[in-house]
């Protein structure tokens, strides 16, 4: 069956990335969350999408310019100005504390395409160890070389390629960087992609999957999962196929 995964959370209906996000994907009952983790100049796992603060926090510049001290007063509920004030960009760690209480699966895509973020992928690693996670864990990433950096340091996690343009035969590739998975953009995905990744064990995961069309073809096409902002909307037509 394939898993729906809530994009930043139930983010057509709540603030990205933050827990009223997560437990609105939860409450939908999405299988899965994707989130995304940026690293605090004192070397904290926020979970925000951007490198900047500018559009979706009350605050200015660069995350990797603040300590998490200052960081954890700000809001982020942006554009959904009737959300609680008290909505803060989560750590990563408070998501694995609510995942205590039900059985979602996590998908941590580590944004270091864009700044290296040392020590970024053993921290990642450490939390999960903490909490027992490896089975409930997905580490996804554009930077394909900090997956092959956490295959060397945690061999049985798996990991996720995500790719946005033309990839040959992106189940060899995720085979030769050994990803367990592969996290297309949605406009590069045909039917053979599907096809030859399940049958070589390669999980495959597109994003951001919001047309019904299209969530219908990929649950009728047998993929493993998907990434959506609207998680309950492809769980109705989950339902439907
Ligand atoms: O992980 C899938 C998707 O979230 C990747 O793109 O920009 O939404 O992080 P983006
Ligand atoms: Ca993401």
Redesign the pocket.
Same mark, same amino acid.
């Given at each position: 069956m394939t898993a729906i995964f809530a994009?930043r959370g139930f983010s057509a209906i709540a603030p990205e990335n933050t827990m009223a996000a997560f437990r609105a994907a939860e409450t939908a009952g999405a299988d899965g969350i @994707?989130l995304?983790v940026q690293l605090t100049r004192d070397g904290r796992l926020a979970v925000i999408?951007d490198e900047k603060l500018n559009r979706t926090t009350n605050g200015q510049g660069y995350v990797k310019d603040w300590d998490w001290k200052d960081l954890s007063r700000l809001e982020a509920k942006y554009k959904f100005t009737e959300a609680d004030q008290d909505i803060g960009i989560p750590l990563l760690e408070d998501v694995f504390e609510w995942m205590r209480e039900n059985e979602i699966i996590c998908?941590v @895509?580590l944004k270091n395409n864009e700044f290296a973020y040392e020590g970024m992928e053993e921290k990642v690693i450490r939390l999960i160890r903490q909490f027992n996670y490896e089975g409930r864990v997905i580490l996804?990433s554009f930077n394909h070389y900090s997956l092959t950096y956490v295959y060397r340091l945690a061999p049985d996690l798996e990991t996720a390629a995500?790719y946005s343009s033309h990839l040959y035969m992106p189940w060899k590739y995720a085979e030769a960087i050994r990803a367990g998975a592969i996290?297309p953009n949605i406009r590069t995905v045909k039917s053979e992609i599907i096809r030859s990744s399940v049958e070589n064990g390669i999980h495959i995961r597109p994003?951001?999957v919001n047309k019904e069309k299209h969530i219908r073809w990929l649950i009728e096409e047998g993929c493993t999962g998907l990434?959506t902002d609207d998680p309950k909307a492809a769980l109705a037509i989950r339902d439907q196929v």
């Open positions: 994009h @994707e995304d999408h998908n @895509e996804s995500l996290h994003y951001t990434i």
